[in-house]
């Protein structure tokens, strides 16, 4: 029979139900994932730590590739930094005994024992700021604890503890907020993160504050958490964008020690 | 074509646990972009969201951010095939 109309098409409804498909599998997935995944970050931990010998491993085969002059001039520079950084921690070291010793007579001393804990997974594999650490339950780990370098930067707080791994949700991570205080003029400020161990912080125009100062943390051992890399002010801002860059380079972090 | 989709999901794993993610997120995306109804996709969003995401989330929507991008991404590929001619 010759038609000379559009039949209707049998698949009219089809992208309504594509969408309603997709809806009940993305639920079904979340609720899946929210439930079991703990359970697959026990199944990956060997495979992390299996990947990360196999890397370090492949890193140092090529070391002998470097040429000889380069590996001096490196060397020499390396000696130049060192020799500076002992003055630097001979005097922080005298600044840091008499902080200490006037914690003591003020009876608000702070042992800063933790676990030490071996990085798993770092960013840039993560796409967010978040690290998967070695210690989990079984070591005593529980959700909330800081996470600090072991030279005393705070770079973050357990999220999740599992029973022999945690993850680490770095302060630097995108939408995280939290309390410091800035060095030059003790003005308590609010940084929040924006990934890639960077911080923004938003400052009265008036706040003095320039590149290179330091910014703490807001308790009372005040540790360094991050220091200041630009400064934007608009000639009709009333307030000024700061950017500042957490001292620890996350991209290479190895071992952090989790405070109790 | 299930072939090569079942060879991109296994390079986008094996990236997955040991590339960074400007690698494997990429790819992911491109997939989604080449193969019809990419479902897998959405699995290794799941995937990526419960290795590498920052967890504890009320919303389901937010401790799944890459699963519920590649979702809103299969879902708009219809519309921008019909109006970017994609197939044509």
């Not at chain 1, 309390?179 to 990934?195: D, K, S, Y």
């Not at chain 1, 009709?236 to 972090?253: G, M, Q, R, W, Y």
Request: aromatic share 8%.
């Amino acid at each position: 029979m010759k038609t000379n109309y559009h039949l209707k098409s049998k698949n009219h409804n089809k992208p309504g139900r594509r969408i309603v498909l997709l809806l009940i599998f993305f639920v079904l997935g979340a609720g899946f994932f929210s439930f079991f995944g703990k359970y697959t970050i026990g199944l990956m931990e060997p495979v992390w730590r299996s990947q990360n010998v196999v890397v370090r491993g492949i890193s140092n085969s090529f070391e002998w590739l470097r040429s000889k002059d380069s590996l001096i001039k490196e060397n020499a520079y390396l000696r130049e930094v060192v020799a500076s950084r002992e003055l630097e921690l001979v005097a922080l070291r005298a600044a840091a005994d008499r902080e200490l010793r006037l914690l003591e007579i003020l009876g608000r001393t702070e042992g800063r024992e933790g676990t030490l804990a071996s990085v798993l997974v770092r960013p840039p594999e993560t796409p967010y700021d978040v690290l998967i650490i070695d210690a989990g339950t079984n070591q005593g780990i529980v959700a909330g604890q800081q996470v600090i370098l072991p030279e005393g930067t705070i770079i973050g707080v357990v999220s999740e503890a599992y029973r022999s791994s945690s993850r680490v949700i770095l302060h630097s991570a995108s939408g995280q907020k939290i309390n410091a205080v800035l060095e030059r003029n003790g003005a308590p400020i609010i940084m929040e993160g924006r990934g890639g161990g960077n911080f923004r912080i938003t400052l009265p125009r008036d706040m003095a504050v320039e590149v290179g100062d330091r910014i703490l943390s807001a308790d009372i051992s005040s540790s360094l958490l991050a220091v200041v890399g630009k400064v934007s002010l608009g000639p009709t801002d009333s307030f000024k964008e700061v950017l500042a860059t957490s001292p620890a380079n996350i991209f290479s972090l190895r071992f952090v020690l989790v405070l109790p | 074509m299930t072939r090569n989709r079942a060879i991109i999901s296994l390079i986008i794993i094996a990236l997955m646990l040991i590339g960074p993610y400007w690698l494997y997120v990429p790819v992911l995306v491109l997939a989604t972009l080449t193969f019809p109804l990419y479902w897998e996709g959405i699995l290794l969003g799941f995937v990526i969201d419960t290795f590498y995401g920052l967890g504890n989330y009320e919303s389901l929507f937010m401790r799944f951010p890459v699963a519920l991008g590649v979702t809103i991404l299969i879902l708009l590929m219809p519309l921008a095939r019909k109006y970017l001619r994609l197939n044509a």
